[in-house]
């Protein structure tokens, strides 16, 4: 039986887990708790989207951010990360449109696990910006890519309105933010869902989009036709228009 105190204990390392600061003591410490725990798998879940938006930042300051948290240990220090990457998030809107959407996937998956910005944190300006979806030529195909030219992918078990890939493994298949708009290129229906913890997802022609995190590059396609969490992963094609 879990009790209130073990969660007390494990809940300021949630925030190093996720981002995979943890040492390995640490993260297997907190990997037994999950195992028993709903309250605190939930948590881990809110804030898969975290791992995903930290990527798309210049390497040297999502380590710098990612240094911050590990050697806090506080249970606020992942309430100020969320603080520090929308305001450096709102920065950058003037250069690339698609960080406002990063940023209220972030007050989003804030808002699912009850770690809401503190009363007059900085807040996006149009944080429903759309994000931008194009094409890229990898391998022989025109595949469609995020607004950075990372691949995105379809996963074999969602259905048209659902998202089966929650969790752990949407740490490692970040979800792309809706709504989406179509860039040069892109022909197809654009449409959203909603996912269990409340972030809209966009979808093209009925799938609900992702990238990868073995993707380290714009220009790969390392997930494609990937076996992982339960079912097949495929980058999305685009048919040559006729």
């Not at 930290?54 to 100020?80: F, T």
């Not at 959407?101 to 429903?128: D, F, I, M, N, Y």
């Not at 094409?135 to 379809?154: E, M, N």
Request: proline share 7%.
């Amino acid at each position: 039986m879990i009790k209130l105190a073990d969660c007390a204990e494990i809940r300021p390392e949630l925030g190093v887990y996720i981002l995979g600061a943890a040492s390995p003591a640490d993260r297997a410490r907190v990997v037994r708790h999950l195992a028993s725990c709903r309250s605190c798998r939930e948590e881990v879940a809110g804030l898969a989207t975290l791992p995903g938006l930290l990527r798309k930042l210049p390497p040297e300051e999502a380590e710098q951010l990612v240094a911050d948290v590990a050697a806090d240990h506080d249970p606020g220090s992942l309430a100020a990360l969320q603080d520090r990457l929308i305001s450096q998030l709102v920065r950058r809107r003037r250069r690339t449109r698609w960080l406002t959407a990063a940023a209220a996937a972030v007050l989003a998956a804030a808002a699912g696990t009850g770690w809401a910005l503190r009363p007059g944190a900085a807040q996006p300006e149009h944080a429903a910006s759309a994000t931008t979806l194009e094409t890229r030529q990898i391998g022989g195909a025109t595949v469609l890519t995020d607004a950075k030219g990372y691949t995105v992918y379809w996963f074999a078990r969602d259905t048209p309105t659902t998202s089966k890939c929650t969790g752990s493994c949407a740490r490692h298949w970040p979800p792309v933010t809706g709504p989406a708009k179509a860039g040069p290129g892109v022909r197809g229906q654009l449409g959203t869902i909603t996912r269990p913890d409340g972030t809209i997802q966009a979808t093209y022609d009925g799938h609900p989009l992702y990238t990868a995190s073995v993707d380290t590059a714009p220009g790969q396609a390392r997930g494609n036709d990937k076996n992982a969490s339960g079912g097949t992963w495929h980058e999305v094609t685009v048919s040559a228009q006729g």
